[in-house]
């Protein structure tokens, strides 16, 4: 008991350190070599934070974050990175905390950069673990993912790269596992970012990997994929693990309350307003003007680029399903 709370206050300190550095560094794209220093979370959880800002060269697409956990029986990694060098690059920043061989390989969603990495992995002898959703939803995006990702980069930082989906994944939508001492559950709750996202629970740790159902730091983003009712649902349920501390898809590490305040908080009210309007015939221009500006989500970096898309994308979303 007392050591886990010595953990605990351990990470709470790390985590506020790094929320420190990302303020002042919001400005500015990262390179990958800085993206891949591993910061410690709990005993045995790291994770590498991404740049939030959009996929360049300089990043090399690592604009997420990817994690990993030691356990006793080797590393097992939470996410694989956008491509196969990068993943040659995890591999060896994990190298540079434990000699243990990364052993297994989660994914949490499907786009590109949670698991374009596959397939070093797999030639390095990972198994990798997937939700049957999850690998769905890959190989439907699979090839536009690829594509795009490549022009982004150009086709020198993608070689090698193939979409390799989890041989055999798992057809449930919960899944629970030990590896080396530690306890994993990967939990699906309802379509988010993307169908069949999904996030990893580590009870022991008191961690809780939300894929792309958290952004902190920067706006989420509603895509056409994208199931903004599914992705508030799969936010309390979070909320119901209740964790110490949260790795989002995007942005620093933190508690719950900054999760809620990043994410919670914009989806309750941007879905909010968006129904109001809707019971009103009001038109999708006069909601998106409406609500153009809400003062308490303005701090979110890419607020300009985002904000009016998403109540966009939901008016759409929640019109369909009238
Ligand atoms: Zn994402």
New binding site residues.
Partial sequence: MHRRLAALSAAAAVVLLVLTTAAAQADADRPIDEILEPIQLTDRVYYFYGSIEARTPVNLGM??NVGFVVTDAGVVLIDSGPGYQVAAMIAEAVASVTDQPITHVINL?S?D??WLGNGWFLEHGAEIIALQRTAETQERFAATHLDRLTRTLGEEAMAGTEPVTAPDPVGADRHTFEIGGVQFELIFVANA?FPGDSMLHLPNEDVVFT??VV?TERML?IHPQSDPVGKLESFRRLEELDPGIVVP??GAATDLATARRDTGDYLEFVIHEVRAGLDDWETLDDTVARIAEPPQFQHLRHYDDWHRVNVNRTYLFLEAAL
């Fill in positions: 604009n997420n969603g786009q950069h949670r970012h894929g792309d952004y983003g898809g995007h």
